[in-house]
């Protein structure tokens, strides 16, 4: 009896240690929370007020004002152009990151050859934007002689390929290998049982890593300034012409000592965030209906 006693006590203390380390680690984990959060709030909200008494519509869709002292004008043409240079870049960008990142994990494997492409996209992270910026107005600009929205999509594109490599190529790791020998056992071939099984159970989570692509590429600066020139009113083709965009207009405005120019930024700005926002409510909404539909 005395030893069920003690064991029981023993029990007791050990579940006790265990509860306070919980909620210890509770305590940490809100803490740590709310550490990141007052610092994005205080960013988010002066940037609110700064910026959303310039927002009207003739600012949203009128031209670039031709002098930094001007009392008026507009983002139009940088709204246009950050929609045509992000998507772009996207549109080469995810597609070849995804592939990526299937090759790595399903195929290569651990082969010397996956090891060094890994290393590659793991060495173009860390590569500067600028220097990206610079790459390709060595090649393609300097060439071709001319600046245009595809030279910055190409430089943006460049920035989001690892990350999109990379995140897509964990993401897989983390589904269980039990489906993958499930599908073929009964029948499927390796290709079918990817796109399948694989690629939607990993889905979410390779929407997670290509919105942080999109949210870098979205909000580069250096890369832009050497790339797609300028342009005062809206520019649609892509492969003609000078461009400008939300952060080239942010970055110029904000240079000046002038007021109107300032107030511009800070439009600008807001502008960037809200159409950020807005991109990761489209691609939320999308991953969950997928989701629901292989569900």
Same mark, same amino acid.
């Given at each position: 009896?005395?030893?069920?006693?003690?064991?029981?006590?023993?029990?007791?203390?050990?579940?006790?240690?265990?509860?306070?380390?919980?909620?210890?680690?509770?305590?940490?984990?809100?803490? /740590? #929370?709310?550490? %990141? &959060?007052?610092?994005?709030? @205080?960013?988010?909200?002066? $940037? =609110?007020?700064?910026?959303?008494?310039?927002?009207?519509?003739?600012?949203?869709?009128?031209?670039?004002?031709?002098?930094?002292?001007?009392?008026?004008?507009?983002?139009?043409?940088?709204?246009?152009?950050?929609?045509?240079?992000?998507?772009?870049?996207?549109?080469?960008?995810?597609?070849?990151?995804?592939?990526?990142?299937?090759?790595?994990?399903?195929?290569?494997?651990?082969?010397?050859?996956?090891?060094?492409?890994?290393?590659?996209?793991?060495?173009?992270?860390?590569?500067?934007?600028?220097?990206?910026?610079?790459?390709?107005?060595?090649?393609?600009?300097?060439?071709?002689?001319?600046?245009? /929205? #595809?030279?910055? %999509? &190409?430089?943006?594109?460049? @920035?989001?390929?690892?990350? $999109? =490599?990379?995140?897509?190529?964990?993401?897989?790791?983390?589904?269980?290998?039990?489906?993958?020998?499930?599908?073929?056992?009964?029948?499927?071939?390796?290709?079918?049982?990817?796109?399948?099984?694989?690629?939607?159970?990993?889905?979410?989570?390779?929407?997670?890593?290509?919105?942080?692509?999109?949210?870098?590429?979205?909000?580069?600066?250096?890369?832009?300034?050497?790339?797609?020139?300028?342009?005062?009113?809206?520019?649609?083709?892509?492969?003609?012409?000078?461009?400008?965009?939300?952060?080239?207009?942010?970055?110029?405005?904000?240079?000046?000592?002038?007021?109107?120019?300032?107030?511009?930024?800070?439009?600008?700005?807001?502008?960037?965030?809200?159409?950020?926002?807005?991109?990761?409510?489209?691609?939320?909404?999308?991953?969950?209906?997928?989701?629901?539909?292989?569900?």
């Amino acid at each position: 009896m005395t030893a069920i006693a003690a064991s029981r006590l023993t029990g007791g203390a050990g579940r006790s240690f265990r509860k306070s380390k919980s909620a210890l680690a509770t305590i940490f984990i809100y803490a /740590a #929370f709310l550490v %990141a &959060l007052v610092p994005l709030s @205080l960013i988010i909200g002066y $940037v =609110i007020y700064r910026g959303a008494s310039v927002i009207n519509w003739d600012f949203l869709t009128g031209d670039i004002a031709y002098s930094p002292r001007a009392p008026s004008g507009g983002i139009g043409p940088a709204i246009v152009g950050t929609l045509l240079i992000t998507g772009a870049a996207t549109a080469m960008a995810v597609p070849l990151g995804i592939l990526g990142g299937i090759w790595l994990q399903e195929y290569g494997a651990r082969s010397r050859l996956a090891s060094f492409v890994g290393f590659l996209a793991d060495v173009m992270t860390g590569v500067p934007s600028i220097v990206m910026g610079l790459f390709i107005y060595t090649f393609i600009v300097l060439e071709t002689k001319q600046t245009n /929205a #595809f030279a910055g %999509a &190409l430089a943006l594109g460049c @920035l989001m390929l690892p990350v $999109v =490599i990379r995140t897509t190529e964990e993401m897989l790791r983390l589904v269980p290998s039990d489906q993958r020998e499930a599908s073929m056992a009964l029948g499927s071939r390796k290709a079918r049982t990817i796109v399948r099984v694989v690629l939607p159970a990993a889905l979410p989570g390779i929407v997670s890593g290509a919105l942080l692509a999109v949210a870098r590429a979205a909000g580069e600066t250096a890369p832009l300034l050497f790339t797609i020139g300028f342009t005062f009113t809206t520019n649609t083709n892509p492969f003609s012409g000078g461009n400008t965009a939300l952060p080239v207009q942010i970055f110029g405005n904000a240079n000046t000592p002038f007021a109107a120019a300032q107030d511009r930024a800070w439009g600008a700005a807001l502008t960037l965030i809200v159409l950020v926002f807005l991109f990761t409510i489209v691609a939320r909404v999308f991953s969950m209906l997928a989701a629901r539909k292989q569900g």
